[in-house]
């Protein structure tokens, strides 16, 4: 599935796209299973993590899950199957684990992701190179909000504003940004170090997209302590305790997303 080629893209870039990932009964499935992860009903006791955030309406709607890969068979054995590590060692040059997983669903009038990398994110557990898959649930374009790239950016010190967390407005306006379309069950894979932002979705229909992120497996298997730390740092939506304080969570957990609007309780948008 990837070839020398393939390979060498992936590293001069930061990323690459796998047009022929799943089959079309296999699409059939991640939509279904990304719809059960949807439609999860959150309790006290909830292991997986449902976050909201406020649309164009006013309204407050689900903008991601993660942690659901543990309780859900389907997606256990696509995001830690042999095949999806298999592709993923073929560019790393080792074995990885799965790290963390989500879901961001993008409905309609859902907001954007603010340009940013995701190394900042992760620098708490322990500061290690991850490769990250989107996987296309729906299309994906820029109508609807899809996933925009600067080619090579791994490989060079993106400024990064120490108040928002994201990338310099500077920086960003000086790039070309690739749009990264895909079609359902179309797969990009990048690193934790590329530069990458997305639109909110201004189009009538919603996109869903599964991310998991990955490290070496060498580096052992970090994916309960992320979570652990996350649950207290920055805990879904519904398992927040009025009175607590969650701004350093939600700086390492949230910046530049549409999660942050739960706070001010008005669509955020980024420039």
Not at 5 to 20: A, E, H, M, P, Q
Not at 27 to 46: C, F, G, M, P, R
Not at 67 to 87: K, M, P, Q, V
Not at 112 to 139: E, M, N, Q
Request: hydrophobic share 35%; proline share 4%; glycine share 6%.
């Amino acid at each position: 599935m990837v070839s020398a080629s393939d390979v060498t893209f992936f590293k001069d870039n930061g990323y690459l796209i796998v047009r022929d990932f799943l089959s079309p009964e296999e699409i059939k499935n991640l939509k279904s299973w990304a719809q059960e992860v949807h439609d999860y009903e959150a309790t006290e006791t909830s292991e997986f993590m449902p976050y909201e955030e406020v649309n164009a309406k006013g309204e407050r709607v689900l903008c991601r899950t993660e942690n659901f890969a543990d309780g859900h068979a389907g997606f256990n054995s696509l995001l830690r199957g042999e095949r999806l590590l298999g592709l993923l060692q073929a560019l790393a040059g080792e074995p990885m684990h799965l790290f963390k997983e989500k879901i961001n669903y993008k409905l309609a009038g859902s907001g954007g992701f603010a340009p940013h990398i995701d190394a900042l994110a992760y620098k708490h557990v322990r500061d290690v190179k991850h490769l990250t898959i989107l996987l296309s649930v729906d299309p994906s374009n820029m109508q609807n909000g899809g996933l925009e790239v600067v080619d090579a950016s791994h490989k060079v010190e993106v400024p990064i504003n120490p108040k928002t967390n994201c990338i310099t407005d500077e920086w960003t306006a000086s790039q070309k940004w690739t749009p990264v379309e895909l079609e359902s069950g179309q797969l990009l894979i990048f690193t934790s170090y590329l530069a990458h932002r997305s639109e909110a979705n201004h189009s009538n229909t919603d996109r869903k997209a599964v991310y998991a992120t990955y490290n070496l497996a060498s580096e052992g298997d970090n994916h309960k302590s992320y979570y652990d730390h996350r649950k207290v740092a920055w805990p879904a939506t519904h398992m927040r305790k009025k009175g607590e304080d969650y701004a350093e969570g939600s700086f390492t957990y949230s910046y530049g997303s549409p999660m942050l609007s739960v706070e001010t309780g008005k669509q955020v948008i980024f420039s």
